[in-house]
């Protein structure tokens, strides 16, 4: 079992920057893909980034450029840092670990988190 806790959203205006930070407890976390996913209301969950257990990254094409996703193994910890955000990237962003292979598919995603909102305002 895999605890996970995002935090770091929240309200900022278009073309700002936010760092969310996702906290894992459990397993060993470095055996672990770690991918961020978003949710705006009315649609479905998306894929936004992920993390091998080594660090390469993987990002959806509406992101690339302006988000980073990286990883501390020592702190258990995965960040997704993102610039330049515009309003279409306002989101419940929800934090997901997979023990086997990275997948763009919310439904191959073992263990997830609670999610935090994320606000861009035009």
């Known amino acids: 079992q895999v605890q996970l806790v995002e935090s770091g959203g929240g309200l900022v205006q278009a073309g700002g920057s936010l760092r969310l930070s996702c906290a894992a407890s459990?397993?060993?976390?470095?055996?672990?893909?770690m991918g961020w996913f978003r949710q705006a209301p009315g649609k479905e969950r998306e894929f936004v980034a992920a993390i091998s257990r080594t660090g390469s990254p993987y990002y959806t094409d509406s992101v690339k450029g302006r988000f980073t996703i990286s990883r501390d193994n020592a702190k258990n910890t995965v960040y997704l840092q993102m610039n330049n955000l515009k309003p279409e990237d306002t989101a419940v962003y929800y934090c997901?670990?997979?023990?086997?292979?990275?997948?763009?598919?919310?439904?191959?995603?073992?263990?997830w988190g609670q999610g935090t909102q994320v606000s861009v305002s035009s």
């Open positions: 459990g397993r060993t976390f470095s055996n672990y893909y």
């Open positions: 997901a670990a997979e023990p086997g292979l990275w997948s763009v598919l919310p439904s191959r995603y073992a263990y």
